[in-house]
């Protein structure tokens, strides 16, 4: 059984696994670096997002995984017969 999930916008607590820094991968941002950050929102779940090294601040990593869990939370669940 899945653990419970809180809804997307009750605040959730999260650990910073680790941080890698990448190419770019966005063409508009060649030669640039990326920020790619782990983190672990439950002990069974793992996700990563990827932020512009030369923008990146606590508030900016907050907001990603914030957008990301609520995305996350759109699909979880969801059961389809294709």
Not at 18 to 29: F, V
Not at 30 to 58: M, N
Not at 64 to 77: C, N
């Amino acid at each position: 059984m899945a653990p419970e999930t809180k809804p997307a916008s009750a605040p959730q607590e999260v650990t910073v696994l680790d941080l890698h820094d990448l190419p770019a991968t966005d063409p508009a941002r060649l030669g640039k670096t990326d920020r790619l950050v782990i983190y672990q929102a439950d002990p069974a779940h793992r996700y990563a997002v990827r932020l512009p090294a030369e923008t990146f601040t606590e508030d900016a990593l907050r907001a990603a995984i914030r957008a990301d869990l609520a995305q996350r939370a759109k699909w979880a669940g969801r059961k389809f017969t294709v």
